[in-house]
């Protein structure tokens, strides 16, 4: 062990894809047998997983705590698996069969745990704990953190020499408010409380914001059996060509009863409204100095690399630019992050580390369209690759492939989960699923993969 880390202690919060990561990177420099600081790992879910632990449970928890998932039921990736493969563990080594490239939840929770289910980072993890406060004494250099213990409502505190945020930026819902929304008669939920499409079958439904979720919620809704879909943009239009049955509006100015009006001086009513309008990132358990403030962008503003928080880079946050990439990008920070502990990766000054943003924040600006973006992250993935012995694939194909993957939800928004790709880490081609994605009601594990053996055994080859 490097000496600077020798009695060192890690907390990291959240037991998420990217705590997971950071779990995972000291994992792998144990195996080549140097020796990790102490680490611990705060989560307050009963298990790991984050967003993929999914939960039915919406506004607070078993103890009270706001409920952290998003996910719902019958979703599917939303880009193929292909760009989002761990390089160190790839999809055939978990699943030891060619997969399609967009699984259900479930089966890419499975995916997740697969690697640390082998690791003993169970050990490392206090589950059902909240990061309730954090503070930083300028003296000792030391983090002290305050800890509900939730299970046994018990609050205590500890020291730790870094600080790894990932406690995730899609939880806390961004809610506008529009004129006449009191007295709406039926429902009005946040995307963050879907919980799938079921409740809405046969209603007119309302959904507003033109980004992921609004198209998934929109296309999940119409697949599930809603009445109609109506999208209200409030800058763009996702813009595709929607089936009979979807179809985008404007924004909305105000409701009149179960009436919605829209800025193009159309109105509708509608049985029930989701609001699709993002998240806020948010820190409850942080103080102003510490907490990270930004919008949902590629780039947020103070950190280096996009993960060490400039003024103090003893605090690091993992996750939290908006998402093309997703678990590699996590790995490729994790493993930075912790060569900085194990003092392997030395940051330059801070005036340095500043110009370095800066240059980044220039080339965000200068993002046009979703091609720019995708470019910008591959090229962010390929600095930090660079400076870690994190395993190297070919981003470049990756890139490719994220255009690839735009182009065919432009293509047919219903049909686009249906392609398939290639994997950069194996070479593997993957498989069509048995069912067309329009056709399958049923997102289980069990169904994903026991009907894919049948259907080899049906038809060899
Ligand atoms: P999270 O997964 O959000 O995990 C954060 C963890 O921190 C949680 O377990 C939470 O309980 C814990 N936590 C928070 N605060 C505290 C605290 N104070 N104390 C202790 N613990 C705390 N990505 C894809 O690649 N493909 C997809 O198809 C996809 N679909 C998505 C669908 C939805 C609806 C949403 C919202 C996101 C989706 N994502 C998808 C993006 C997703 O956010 C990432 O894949 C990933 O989950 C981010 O990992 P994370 O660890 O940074 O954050
Ligand atoms: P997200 O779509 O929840 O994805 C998060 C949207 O909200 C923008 O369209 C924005 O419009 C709109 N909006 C914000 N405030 C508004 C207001 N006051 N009035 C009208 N519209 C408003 O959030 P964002 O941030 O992308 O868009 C906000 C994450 O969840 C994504 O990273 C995605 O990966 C993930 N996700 C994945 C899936 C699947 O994989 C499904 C859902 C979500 P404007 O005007 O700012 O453009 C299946």
């Not at 939960?55 to 880009?79: A, C, D, I």
């Amino acid at each position: 062990m490097n000496m600077n880390t020798k009695n060192k202690r890690v907390a990291i919060i959240g037991a998420g894809p990217s705590g997971l990561a950071q779990l995972r990177a000291f994992e792998a420099l144990e195996k080549q047998g140097i020796e990790s600081p102490e680490i611990v790992c705060f989560e307050k879910q009963s298990d790991w997983g984050g967003m993929w632990n999914y939960s039915w449970r919406t506004g607070v928890g078993k103890y009270g705590e706001p409920v952290h998932g998003s996910m719902y039921k019958y979703l599917w990736s939303n880009g193929p698996k292909e760009c989002l493969e761990f390089s160190d563990y790839s999809f055939d080594e978990h699943f030891k069969k060619p997969i399609s490239s967009y699984p259900p939840r479930p089966v890419l929770f499975d995916y997740i745990q697969g690697r640390i289910n082998k690791s003993n980072a169970r050990d490392y993890i206090r589950f059902d704990t909240t990061a309730r406060w954090v503070s930083f004494d300028e003296e000792s250099k030391k983090f002290n953190l305050i800890l509900d213990n939730l299970k046994e409502d018990r609050t205590y505190e500890e020291e730790f020499d870094y600080l790894i945020v990932a406690s995730g930026h899609f939880s806390t819902p961004n809610m506008p408010f529009f004129e006449g929304i009191e007295n709406f008669p039926g429902g009005v939920m946040h995307a963050h409380d879907f919980r799938g499409a079921d409740q809405f079958k046969n209603q007119k439904l309302l959904l507003i914001g033109s980004s992921y979720s609004a198209e998934d919620i929109g296309v999940q809704c119409y697949k599930h059996g809603a009445k109609s879909v109506t999208l209200s943009y409030r800058s763009n239009p996702i813009g595709v060509d929607w089936p009979k049955g979807i179809k985008e509006v404007p924004l909305l100015t105000h409701f009149d009863g179960a009436t919605a009006h829209f800025t193009d001086g159309t109105s509708e009513s509608f049985d029930a409204v989701v609001m699709c309008t993002g998240y806020q990132h948010k820190f409850p358990f942080l103080p102003d100095e510490l907490r990270l403030k930004t919008k949902n962008n590629l780039y947020p503003n103070y950190l280096y690399k996009g993960i060490f928080f400039n003024e103090l880079p003893q605090l690091i946050y993992l996750g939290m630019q908006d998402q093309y990439y997703t678990f590699n990008m996590f790995d490729t920070q994790a493993w930075l992050a912790r060569d900085y502990m194990m003092g392997r990766f030395k940051l330059p000054s801070k005036k340095k580390r500043k110009e370095d943003i800066r240059k980044w924040l220039e080339r965000h600006d200068a993002i046009k369209d979703s091609l720019d973006s995708v470019d910008f992250q591959t090229d962010y993935i390929k600095d930090l690759i660079a400076l870690s012995d994190y395993p190297e694939f070919n981003l470049d194909k990756v890139g490719e492939m994220f255009k690839e993957w735009l182009q065919d939800k432009e293509d047919n928004i219903l049909t686009y989960r249906d392609k398939t790709y290639t994997s950069v880490v194996t070479g593997t081609k993957a498989k069509e699923h048995h069912t067309d994605w329009m056709d399958e009601l049923d997102d289980s594990k069990e169904r994903y993969l026991a009907f894919n053996e049948e259907v080899e055994e049906l038809v060899p080859g």
